[in-house]
């Protein structure tokens, strides 16, 4: 299995501004996965984008994927302070298994 | 109510006395993994199973087993706790391995 490797690994905003995360795979995906964790608690399903899609939206998350740089990054607009969570990517190819990275830890400020 | 089920939420146990976390899904999912997070170490898969009677060693095996005699339960079995297994655990279960995963609410175990 592969891991991301999601950076920056930390990064704190305002409200309101717009949060990006990046994520870099090594090897070949059928898919990439992003995920939240709030502090403690398990980790929730955000987006999945395929290997042959190029951006996926729900709601105030955008997800990008460059097969070709091995890349994914993960928008969120307008952020809010519920947002502040740690953000996780799952890169993925046949067979193998759901593995993470060390995660982006986002802070939103009020 | 779709959901993954972690029991106990909460334990502090002593070195060596044989322990068993339970994970059980709701969703007739094929497939279920335990992993375990430690600060700095990021999430780490422990085992992992594709169907009944099918496991397999993820990342960090050592000291843990598993079991998957029903598709809905998956425990993890500490036959003699260290406190270098002083973590926080989640199970997870996935339709397959590659579709979306659903995460328990965590046990936070404690070795002493």
């Known amino acids: 299995s592969q891991q991301g490797e999601e950076d920056p690994q930390a990064l704190s905003i305002q409200e309101g501004e717009n949060a990006t995360m990046n994520c870099s795979y090594k090897t070949s995906i059928n898919n990439l996965q992003w995920y939240r964790q709030n502090s403690g608690r398990g980790l929730v399903h955000l987006i999945l984008i395929r290997s042959n899609e190029r951006e996926k939206h729900s709601g105030r998350l955008r997800v990008t994927l460059d097969t070709s740089k091995k890349s994914s990054s993960l928008l969120i607009t307008a952020s809010r302070a519920a947002d502040t969570a740690s953000y996780f990517c799952?890169?993925?190819?046949?067979?193998?298994?759901?593995?993470f990275g060390g995660g982006t830890r986002l802070m939103v400020k009020p | 109510e779709a959901q993954v089920t972690q029991n106990p939420r909460y334990l502090i146990t002593v070195t060596g006395k044989k322990l068993t976390v339970t994970c059980s899904q709701n969703m007739n999912h094929e497939y279920m993994s335990w992993y375990r997070q430690d600060p700095g170490l990021g999430l780490r898969q422990i085992y992992y199973s594709m169907n009944v009677e099918v496991t397999d060693k993820g990342d960090v095996p050592e000291g843990y087993k598993v079991s998957r005699k029903e598709k809905r339960n998956f425990p993890l079995i500490l036959e003699s706790p260290s406190p270098n297994q002083t973590s926080l655990y989640f199970c997870a279960s996935s339709y397959k391995e590659s579709t979306e995963a659903f995460f328990g609410q965590g046990t936070r175990l404690t070795v002493v």
């Open positions: 799952a890169p993925l190819s046949a067979g193998n298994m759901l593995t």
